[in-house]
T-cell receptor
Framework: QKEVEQNSGPLSVPEGAIASLNCTYSDRGSQSFFWYRQYSGKSPELIMFIYSNGDKEDGRFTAQLNKASQYVSLLIRDSQPSDSATYLC?????????????FGAGTTVTVRA | SQTIHQWPATLVQPVGSPLSLECTVEGTSNPNLYWYRQAAGRGLQLLFYSVGIGQISSEVPQNLSASRPQDRQFILSSKKLLLSDSGFYLC??????????FGQGTRLTVV
């Protein structure tokens, strides 16, 4: 079982709609959860992180964490063409007395104008 | 503030030639360091990670090796490149359970 799993997509949404991305993780010891955005040919950039159960909002982005269900999601409201990218979910889990970063395969989002 | 430097940005190498990619982190100490490879249109493949000087964990068997000669320096090497080594190589760092940051990446084309 992969440590972090995401739907690969592509996810196509019309401009102005809400894009919903999902991520599940296998290790209940996972401590921190991140969403990265990666444009084609570029390195990933951090857009959101969440540590506690519940919702965290930052502008048009909302991260939702449910540790009981081992599930973290990202909502993009009022989607814009510039949001078209691959979104990577990442978790940090305790691994032999240190913290190890693990990524999902990414979900490709296309926002249609 | 912390920064991560990765170079070169692009590289074209012939099959059978050696490789050395370098990554350095500034503004922190004792970071965890990672090397990822990303094939075109694919997800990140973890190649190596390191929790300290001289401590390297390899995730997949391959034609590559990694070294960490200094606390904030991580080097990816190969003695003889294969065509299949082409890809986008990313260095990343994190410390503790905080967020991780990436270098700008190296696009390697083996010809």
């Amino acid at each position: 079982q992969k440590e972090v799993e995401q739907n690969s997509g592509p996810l196509s949404v019309p401009e102005g709609a809400i894009a919903s991305l999902n991520c599940t993780y296998s290790d209940r010891g996972s401590q921190s959860f991140f969403w990265y955005r990666q444009y084609s040919g570029k390195s990933p950039e951090l857009i959101m992180f969440i540590y506690s159960n519940g919702d965290k909002e930052d502008g048009r982005f909302t991260a939702q964490l449910n540790k009981a269900s081992q599930y973290v999601s990202l909502l993009i409201r009022d989607s814009q063409p510039s949001d078209s990218a691959t979104y990577l979910c990442a978790v940090i889990l305790l691994f032999f007395n240190d913290y190890k970063l693990s990524f999902g395969a990414g979900t490709t989002v296309t926002v249609r104008a | 503030s912390q920064t991560i430097h990765q170079w070169p940005a692009t590289l074209v190498q012939p099959v059978g030639s050696p490789l050395s990619l370098e990554c350095t982190v500034e503004g922190t100490s004792n970071p965890n360091l990672y090397w990822y490879r990303q094939a075109a249109g694919r997800g990140l493949q973890l190649l190596f990670y390191s929790v300290g000087i001289g401590q390297i964990s390899s995730e997949v068997p391959q034609n590559l090796s990694a070294s960490r000669p200094q606390d904030r320096q991580f080097i990816l090497s190969s003695k003889k490149l294969l065509l299949s080594d082409s890809g986008f190589y990313l260095c990343a760092w994190n410390r503790g359970n905080t967020e991780a940051f990436f270098g700008q990446g190296t696009r390697l084309t083996v010809v």
